[in-house]
């Protein structure tokens, strides 16, 4: 069992920069690969970042590339997702999750809010 917390979110104009973390409870948070997803009121839960267990591996959601940078530090438990150029249609909740096999992420944190104005 992993608990994963994260946290960062908040208000922003479009345009300005936010950073989440997401700080799991087991020092086994460095086999795990971990992603960071979003969902939006009204629309389906999307997978915007993923990093693999050793951050060699790296997705974006093709709307986040350029904008979103996913990292990792194995030492301290935690995830990030440094998020550039914000625009109102990354307004959601952003989760983070640890991945326990092929696209199946079991253990999931209470998610943070980020709302992006215009």
């Known amino acids: 069992q992993v608990q994963l917390v994260e946290s960062g979110g908040g208000l922003v104009q479009a345009g300005g920069s936010l950073r989440l973390s997401c700080v799991a409870s087991r020092r086994t948070f460095g086999s795990y690969g971990m992603g960071w997803f979003r969902q939006a009121p009204g629309e389906e839960r999307e997978l915007v970042a993923a990093?693999?267990?050793?951050?060699?591996?790296?997705y974006y959601l093709h709307s986040v590339k350029g904008r979103f940078t996913i990292s990792r530090d194995n030492a301290k438990n935690t995830m990030y997702l440094q998020m550039n150029s914000l625009s109102p249609e990354d307004t959601a909740v952003y989760y983070c999750?640890?991945?326990?096999?092929?696209?199946?992420?079991?253990?999931w944190g209470q998610g943070t809010q980020v709302t992006v104005s215009s």
């Open positions: 999750a640890a991945r326990v096999g092929p696209q199946e992420y079991a253990y």
């Open positions: 990093i693999s267990s050793t951050g060699g591996s790296i």
